[in-house]
């Protein structure tokens, strides 16, 4: 069992920055496969980007590639996502997720957060 606290989302003009955070509790955090997917108003929500247990695996979404990276400290049951020249299209609720599988399917995680904002103004 996990739980899942996003923190980090603000508004940032565009071409800022902007690093999520996602505490998790529970002891077998590092077992866990992470996500992030994020949902737009009136749109579905979509894969960002995914890192493995240990890390030495990652995917992105393509338009976020050289712009966003996903990085886990498995010490601090903590996963982030540092997202740099951001644009008015990355304006979306940000979720975390964890799973027994890494990828970009919804269905490969079991445990969600509850999310954060993140808002860049066009």
């Known amino acids: 069992q996990q739980q899942l606290v996003e923190s980090g989302g603000g508004l940032v003009q565009a071409g800022g920055s902007l690093r999520l955070s996602c505490a998790a509790s529970?002891?077998?955090?590092?077992?866990?496969?992470m996500g992030w997917f994020r949902q737009a108003p009136g749109k579905e929500r979509e894969f960002v980007a995914a890192?493995?247990?240990?890390?030495?695996?990652?995917y992105y979404e393509d338009s976020v590639k050289g712009r966003f990276t996903i990085s886990r400290d498995n010490a601090k049951n903590t996963v982030y996502l540092q997202m740099n020249s951001l644009k008015p299209e990355d304006t979306a609720v940000y979720y975390c997720?964890?799973?027994?599988?890494?990828?970009?399917?919804?269905?490969?995680?079991?445990?969600w957060g509850q999310g954060t904002q993140v808002t860049v103004p066009s």
């Open positions: 890192i493995s247990w240990s890390g030495g695996r990652t």
């Open positions: 997720a964890a799973g027994g599988r890494v990828g970009q399917h919804y269905d490969y995680y079991d445990y």
């Open positions: 529970g002891s077998t955090f590092s077992s866990y496969a």
